[in-house]
C-alpha cells in the first residue's frame, strides 16, 4: 500500500498527461493480472446518525475480479437500498490489481448502539469477511437544528482547501429552514431548500420534495443560483423555495428532502485509469438529505373573532363594482367584487354576497388568478353576480364586509366595500319611448276595412329562398363559427386563469410525455431515469386530475382520491405496485425489475383509471 501511495503521489505531481503516459506504459509492462486472494474491507461514512438520516455502507473488495456479491448479514433495525457498484485498476510491481465498490444505503429505524456483523465475500472456493462496524442511532431531537450548515468533518479539507482523496463525505450535502418556525393555522411556511455541490456532477441532480403533511403546498417560481463559502471550501448552491400553508394546529413536521445525484471523485485519489474513459474522475453515487423540521403551528385565537369569521388569513383587500348604474326595469346589472392581496388565495371562502328584494340574482361564478411574487403567495379572487330588477325605484347595493386574520399583527380586522347606489327606471324611460298603438279610420264612410286573408286564386310562382336546405345551412354556418370562436376562446381563458382546470385538460398530454421520455431512456439505458418518468407519469397524472400538487401526494392520498370517485381498489393496489417497481429500480437497481413490462402495466393502468372516471 505505501508504494501504491507513493506511485499515487508521483502520478499527481507529473500532471495528468505524464500521469497518464505513466499509466500507458505500465499497461504495457503488465504481464498478468495479480492472483492474490481476495480481502474485504466495509466502511460507514459516519459512526453517528439520527433517525431518519441515512448512512453510506461502502464494501471493497480487493482481488479476484470474479468474486461474487457481498453476503450482508441480517441488519432488522436498518432498511438497506443498494446504490450501486463501481469497479476500479492498479498496478503494483508490475501486476495488475482489482478493486470492485459496492456502495449501500442504510436508514436507521430507531436510535440505539448497533453493531454491523463482518461481510462476507466468496471467490473461487474461498471466503473472506470484513471487519464489524459499529454506529449510534440518535433521536431525530438531538440531531442539529433545522437550517444550520453542518460542520464537515475531521479531514474532509485540509488547510489549503485541497480535496481528501477517496471518499470525500463533504462533496454534496443538502439543508433545509423553514421561517416562521411558529406560525398560525393558515399563516405562509417559506420552505428554503439548498443543495451544496462542491465537486461537479456527471448528471442532473434527482430531486424528491420533502413530505408536508398537515400543509397546503404551493411552489414558488424561480430557482436561485450562487456560490458560497463553507468552512473555507467553495460551493455552488441551488436554492429552492416552497410555501406552505398548516390546515390544523399543533405539531407538524416537515420531511427530509432528498437529493440523488453521481458526483466526479478525484481521478488520482481514486481511479487513476478514468483519464482513459474520457474524463478526469469517476463516478460515485450519492444520496444526501436535510434533517426534517418540526413546526409548532399555532390556533387562530377566539378573541376578538367576527361571527362570520370564515378562515381568511392574510393581508386582503376588498373592493366591489356595479356595471351599469342605472338600468331599466327586466335588464341586468352585474356587480364584481374583488379579493386582491397575500396569502392562500385558492383556499379563500367566498364573500356574502347581499340580495335585495324587489330584485331577482344570480351568482356568475368565481376565478382566481395567482400573483406569487418575492417569495410571498398571493393572489385575486373574483366573483360576480347579476341583479335583475321587477320594480322601478331607487336601490342601493350594500357594502360586502369580509373579516380577515392579521397573522403580522396577531388582530383580526374586517374589509369591506363602499355602498353602490343602482337607479331603475321603467321599460321604455330613459329617452326611449314606448310606440303608440292607434287605429286610422277609412274615409268613404265604412268604420271597419277588413284585411283579405287569401285568395285562392292568388298563386305565388316564386319559391321562397327559405324552402330550400342551402339557405338554412348558410344561416346556420356562420352561427355554428361565431359559437365555436366563442367556446374557443372561453376555454383559452379558463386555461389561463383555472389552473385545476388547465391541469385536468393537460393530464393526458402529459402523462403521455412523460411515458414517452421514459421510453426513450429505456432505449439509452438509462435505468434511473426511465424509473423516475415512469412515476413521474403516475403520480402528475393522478395529481393533475384531482387538482393536487405531486410533491405533497402520498400513497394514502393516492388512495383517498380513488376511494372519492368510486374506483376499484385493485387499481389502487396495482397504482401502489407500479410506484415501489419504480423506487426500487431508482433507488436499488440491482434488485432489478422487468422494464418493459413494467412500461406497459404503467400505460394499461393510465388507460384504465382514465376508463373508470379519472
Known sequence: ?????????????????????????????????????????????????????????????????????PELPPLPDFAIYPAGTSRNFSFVNGRMASATVYTYILAPKHEGS????????????????????????????????????????????????????????????????????????????????RFYQGVRLLQRPDYKPPAATGFWVENLPGERTYYTEVEGRRYHVTELRTALFPTAAGELVIGPATVDCMIETDPFGVDPFSLFRGGLGMGEPRAVESRPITIQVRAIPQAGRPPDFSGAVGRFTIAARLEPETVRVGEAATLTVTLTGQGNVRALADPILPTIPGMRSFDSGSEVTDQNTGGT?????????VFVPE??????????????????????????????????????????????????????????????LGDPGLVLHRKNPWANAVFW????????????????????????????YARLRRSGKDARRRLRHARGALER?????????????????????????????????VRAVFAGRGIDPGLA??????????????????????????????????????????
Open 1 to 69: 500500500m505505501d508504494r501504491r501511495r507513493h506511485a499515487d503521489r508521483r502520478l499527481a505531481g507529473a500532471g495528468p498527461v505524464a500521469g497518464a503516459a505513466l499509466l500507458a506504459l505500465a499497461l504495457l509492462g503488465a504481464a498478468v493480472p495479480a492472483g492474490a486472494a481476495i480481502q474485504v474491507e466495509a466502511h460507514l461514512d459516519r459512526d453517528q446518525a439520527a433517525v431518519g438520516e441515512r448512512v453510506t455502507l461502502t464494501v471493497t473488495v480487493n482481488g479476484d475480479g470474479d468474486a461474487a456479491r
Open 525 to 557: 439505458g438509462d435505468g434511473r431515469a426511465f424509473h423516475a418518468a415512469v412515476a413521474q407519469a403516475l403520480i402528475g397524472y393522478v395529481a393533475d386530475r384531482a387538482n393536487r400538487p405531486a410533491p405533497g401526494l402520498t400513497m394514502d392520498a
Open 473 to 500: 345551412i348558410l344561416q346556420v354556418l356562420p352561427l355554428a363559427a361565431l359559437a365555436g370562436i366563442f367556446l374557443y376562446a372561453r376555454h383559452e381563458e379558463r386555461v389561463a386563469t383555472d389552473q385545476g
Open 573 to 614: 393496489d396495482r397504482f401502489a405496485g407500479c410506484l415501489e417497481r419504480c423506487d426500487f429500480g431508482r433507488f436499488a437497481p440491482a434488485a432489478g425489475t422487468a422494464e418493459r413490462e413494467l412500461l406497459a402495466e404503467a400505460e394499461e393502468l393510465l388507460t384504465s383509471l382514465a376508463r373508470a372516471g379519472l
Open 114 to 193: 448497533f453493531e454491523i456483523p463482518p461481510i462476507g465475500v466468496t471467490a473461487g472456493g474461498t471466503r473472506a469477511t470484513s471487519s464489524s462496524l459499529r454506529i449510534t442511532v440518535v433521536a431525530e431531537s438531538q440531531a442539529p437544528p433545522p437550517g444550520t450548515t453542518p460542520a464537515p468533518p475531521p479531514g474532509a479539507s485540509d488547510p489549503r482547501g485541497r480535496r481528501p482523496r477517496g471518499r470525500d463525505p463533504r462533496a454534496v450535502f443538502v439543508t433545509a429552514d423553514a421561517d416562521p418556525a411558529h406560525p398560525y393555522v393558515g399563516e405562509q411556511v417559506t420552505l428554503t431548500v
Open 377 to 385: 403567495v398571493g393572489g385575486v379572487k373574483k366573483l360576480t353576480r
Open 391 to 452: 320594480t322601478s325605484g331607487s336601490y342601493v347595493i350594500p357594502a360586502v364586509t369580509y373579516p380577515v386574520f392579521r397573522p403580522d399583527r396577531g388582530v383580526f380586522e374586517v374589509v369591506a366595500t363602499q355602498p353602490i347606489p343602482l337607479a331603475v327606471v321603467e321599460a321604455g324611460a330613459g329617452g326611449v319611448p314606448v310606440p303608440a298603438r292607434t287605429v286610422v279610420a277609412p274615409q268613404g264612410g265604412a268604420d271597419l276595412r277588413f284585411i283579405r
